[in-house]
């Protein structure tokens, strides 16, 4: 089975500080992805790597980067958090052919909290 | 971009009874409509997935449906149990490149509830 695993799922963290999510994955999948959940908001990507080095921007990139420096790893960084990132981060991944689509597989979430 | 609409963001039916969520979309080269389901507590995990070359695909007592002329998709559950108690999200792609960098756009879910 494939298997997601992010290294919280509960974290409370004070304005400005730096923060690291990390998240792991173990079927040497080519991409991976941060979403974050909101109520009423769904998914939204805040960035995605297709593969080792390689990042994307999602739809809300600001104030978050990424670090893909070994493929089963995918890490989310707030440089300075504030209040309205708090909020649930999945981390999915899923393996890549040409020209085909595959299941994206996530992890249970870190609820992240600012204060 | 995609931008992907979902309804009802919450829905309560009857167990036994039906349940119908539908997706619009706007982008014309999306040709992959996934289904995902969250439990409490879990990530989204896929239920049910349908490509442009097909109008309709069963799965058990899940179905899912597209009209790509209309641009919108829809997912049925039929007979529903309470264990179908879950938001379920829709989603969609369109592969475009040989390099994998394609994204998801998912819709904002709706919360469905089987009422014993």
């Known amino acids: 089975d494939v298997k997601v695993t992010q290294s919280s799922r509960y974290l409370v963290k004070r304005t400005g500080e730096k923060v690291f999510l990390e998240c792991v994955q173990d079927m040497d999948h080519e991409n991976m992805f941060w979403y974050r959940q909101d109520p009423g908001l769904g998914l939204r990507l805040i960035y995605f790597?297709?593969?080792?080095?390689?990042?994307e921007k999602g739809d809300i990139p600001e104030g978050y980067s990424v670090s893909r420096e070994k493929k089963e790893r995918f890490s989310l960084i707030l440089e300075s958090a504030s209040t309205n990132q708090t909020s649930m981060y999945l981390c999915?991944?899923?393996?890549?052919?040409?020209?085909?689509?595959?299941?994206?597989?996530f992890g249970p979430g870190t609820r992240l909290t600012v204060t | 971009g995609e931008n992907v609409e979902q309804h009802p963001s919450t829905l309560s039916v009857q167990e036994g009874d039906s349940a119908v969520i539908k997706c619009t979309y706007s982008d014309s080269a999306s040709n992959y409509f996934p289904w995902y389901k969250q439990e409490l507590g879990k990530g989204p995990q896929l239920i049910i997935d349908?490509?442009?070359?097909?109008g309709e695909k069963k799965d058990q007592r899940i179905a899912v449906t597209l009209n790509k002329t209309a641009k919108h998709f829809s997912l049925h559950i039929t007979e529903t149990q309470p264990e179908d108690s879950a938001v379920y999200f829709c989603?969609?792609?369109?592969?475009?490149?040989?390099?994998?960098?394609?994204?998801?756009?998912f819709g904002t879910g709706t919360r469905l509830t089987i009422i014993p």
């Open positions: 989603a969609a792609e369109a592969l475009i490149s040989n390099f994998g960098n394609e994204k998801l756009t």
């Open positions: 999915a991944s899923r393996t890549f052919l040409r020209g085909t689509f595959y299941e994206q597989y």
């Open positions: 349908i490509r442009s070359n097909v």
């Open positions: 790597s297709y593969d080792v080095k390689m990042k």
